[in-house]
């Protein structure tokens, strides 16, 4: 009964996402990862209760569904990042299910009775050198993709402080604790021989899905990910600390080498510095709370690369963390205002662009020293 209930679950998801406005991409392969799951569970079921002995022509044909879970996993995790695959680069990902799938032909030949007693019945065979390839494969897929995974979501979660001045909901923790999940099934295999137990992890792992993955927005809209605006971090102060200092300057030499091929001259570094504190001195662009990199770039009429150059260089600040600056900046005015004594600490953090107490807190503690409380009170 649980498993059905788990097809149940995976089929009604697969539902709402045809049935889903605005689909992504991501939102399609999800889909079809969904797809998979469901078929998969059901051929379990099928083997469970010995109902495929009644349809012999379907024995076999789950041979190469394990390891195309965590390529699923994989593919979703590149598009929900932007850093999405090419048709070819795509095909190269489904190769060891492809060589899983052609070597199983002879299998496939056998006669209903001898497929019956190798699966179902599980008795002795000739087809042991299949196991063992299958076995291979499912450690460089299972584990592997699982791997790779993990590793996109971290640098994921350093790529959006240079295009978002706010992460909340961006850093796809709910992702990363789904991959350790299915890490945790393919443990599974290797430590107990009960399919009963696997699949009830996989039914489990269904639910997970259908909770966060169904409702997650889009990060990014737009193309790919340009890597010459990415992959930089920096400190969030300047400091006299020597240590500090050496740090600064590694970053700057990195900036350097990030952007020597970008065609930013000194003087249009100049003219977009200029108009960048101009904008944020006048307009105060940074209390929209969803500011974007590309956003801002629009505004200033810019190059989105330039002007993650700029930032990096004038400010040794990435994007996120120089909006997030200007922010406390304008708390540190705004709360010795009269006619905001009765304003919340927090309520004045939102005028602020600010959209969670824990962003607020914590570079304000990393900026002034202090708690937002503490800092009030002296």
């Keep these: 009964m649980f498993f059905k209930f788990g097809i149940f679950i995976a089929v009604f998801l697969v539902i709402l996402l045809i049935l889903k406005k605005d689909k992504t991409k991501s939102d399609r392969i999800l889909g079809y990862w969904l797809c998979l799951m469901a078929v998969h569970l059901f051929f379990f079921y099928l083997r469970d209760t010995e109902l495929m002995v009644e349809m012999p022509f379907l024995i076999g044909v789950d041979f190469t569904f394990p390891i195309l879970q965590s390529v699923f996993l994989y593919f979703y995790a590149r598009s929900i990042?932007?850093?999405?695959?090419?048709?070819?680069?795509?095909?190269?990902?489904?190769?060891?299910?492809?060589?899983?799938?052609?070597?199983?032909?002879?299998?496939?030949?056998?006669?209903?009775?001898?497929?019956?007693?190798?699966?179902?019945?599980?008795?002795n065979h000739d087809f042991d050198w299949y196991d063992y390839l299958n076995t291979y494969f499912v450690i460089i897929s299972g584990f592997g993709y699982c791997v790779a995974t993990l590793f996109l979501i971290d640098e994921h979660k350093k790529n959006i402080l240079h295009r978002f001045s706010n992460t909340d909901n961006k850093e796809l923790i709910w992702l990363r604790n789904l991959t350790i999940g299915l890490l945790i099934i393919w443990l599974s295999v290797f430590l107990t021989?009960?399919?009963?137990?696997?699949?009830?992890l996989v039914v489990l792992f269904v639910f997970f899905i259908g909770f966060f993955g169904i409702n997650q927005t889009t990060i990014f809209s737009s193309q790919n990910l340009n890597k010459e605006e990415l992959n930089l971090s920096s400190p969030i102060n300047s400091s006299d600390n020597k240590s500090e200092s050496i740090e600064n300057e590694i970053h700057m030499n990195d900036v350097k080498r990030q952007y020597v091929k970008s065609g930013l001259t000194a003087e249009m570094s100049d003219t977009i510095y200029g108009l960048l504190r101009s904008r944020m001195e006048v307009e105060k662009l940074f209390l929209n709370n969803e500011l974007t990199l590309t956003e801002l770039a629009k505004n200033l009429e810019v190059k989105s690369n330039h002007l993650s150059q700029v930032i990096n260089e004038r400010e040794n600040k990435n994007f996120y963390n120089?909006?997030?600056?200007l922010r406390i900046n304008e708390f540190l005015q705004i709360h010795r205002a009269p006619e905001n004594k009765n304003l919340t600490i927090f309520a004045m953090a939102l005028n602020c662009g600010f959209k969670s107490k824990s962003t607020f807190n914590k570079h304000f503690k990393l900026i002034t020293g202090k708690t937002p409380k503490d800092y009030v009170k002296s």
Excluded at 93 to 99: D, N, R, Y
Excluded at 193 to 200: G, K, M, V
Excluded at 322 to 325: A, H, Q
């Design 322 to 325: 120089y909006i997030n600056t």
């Design 81 to 123: 990042t932007g850093n999405n695959l090419s048709l070819k680069e795509t095909l190269i990902h489904l190769i060891p299910a492809l060589i899983l799938l052609v070597t199983s032909i002879p299998f496939f030949l056998l006669e209903d009775e001898t497929k019956i007693n190798i699966v179902i019945r599980r008795t």
């Design 193 to 200: 021989d009960n399919p009963a137990i696997i699949f009830s």
